[in-house]
T-cell receptor, first 114, second 116 residues
């Protein structure tokens, strides 16, 4: 079945350093979403990308959707302690527009040391 | 406005007992999802309801797991004859549109299930 993998599984950075997590799907996606889960919390939606090659920014966060719509990345510039948490990508399968569920990636846990 | 709510927030049960977990989605959301998250792990899809369509049960791990959604709103996830490996946080999410894998999913706070 379809799989969505993320690397790295875990990243520990010093506050102020940059961070990137990569998301790779075994099949083409109709769209990609990113969620953040704080420790002890539940996933919260960050952003959605739909177009091939799309890039979106939210303050220090930059999201990219690959040209082939099979991979995505999230880059955080100058991390802060508030960035701590697990970042999940989630892909919408490309079934020609048919309704379907999201496939969540394996997640990347970010730890930020002050 | 009110978000997705789940109850109970915590449930401790003995092996072999049945449990029911409840999810109240955001009003008007037609799609409802159940996920399971073991400690430090990702989200495991369990079941998906969309409108009046037959649910997608492809993620249910065994026939001990079942779910229903009454009146297109509240959903109950039932686990029969619980096992220790069922211990996890069970998350519910809902989304707005009738046709959408592209919609934002809004998650509830989850129910932490511990099977002794």
């Amino acid at each position: 079945g379809q799989q969505v993998m993320q690397i790295p599984q875990y990243q520990h950075v010093q506050e102020g350093e940059d961070f990137t997590t990569y998301c790779n799907s075994s099949t083409t996606l109709s769209n990609i979403q990113w969620y953040k889960q704080r420790p002890g919390g539940h996933p919260v939606f960050l952003i959605q990308l739909v177009k091939s090659g799309e890039v979106k920014k939210q303050k220090r966060l930059t999201f990219q959707f690959g040209e082939a719509k099979k991979n995505s990345s999230l880059h955080i510039t100058a991390t802060q302690t508030t960035d701590v948490g697990t970042y999940f990508c989630a892909g919408g399968p490309n079934y020609g527009g048919a309704t379907n569920k999201l496939i969540f990636g394996t997640g990347t846990l970010l730890a930020v040391q002050p | 406005g009110a978000g997705v709510s789940q109850s109970p927030s915590n449930k401790v049960t003995e092996k072999g007992k049945d449990v029911e977990l409840r999810c109240d989605p955001i009003s008007g959301h037609t799609a409802l999802y159940w996920y399971r998250q073991s400690l430090g792990q990702g989200l495991e899809f369990l079941i998906y309801f969309q409108g009046n369509s037959a649910p997608d049960k492809s993620g249910l791990p065994s026939d001990r797991f079942s779910a229903e959604r009454t009146g297109g709103s509240v959903s109950t996830l039932t686990i029969q004859r619980t096992q220790q490996e069922d211990s996890a946080v069970y998350l519910c999410a809902s989304s707005l549109k009738l046709l959408a894998s592209t919609d934002t999913q809004y998650f509830g706070p989850g129910t932490r299930l511990t099977v002794l």
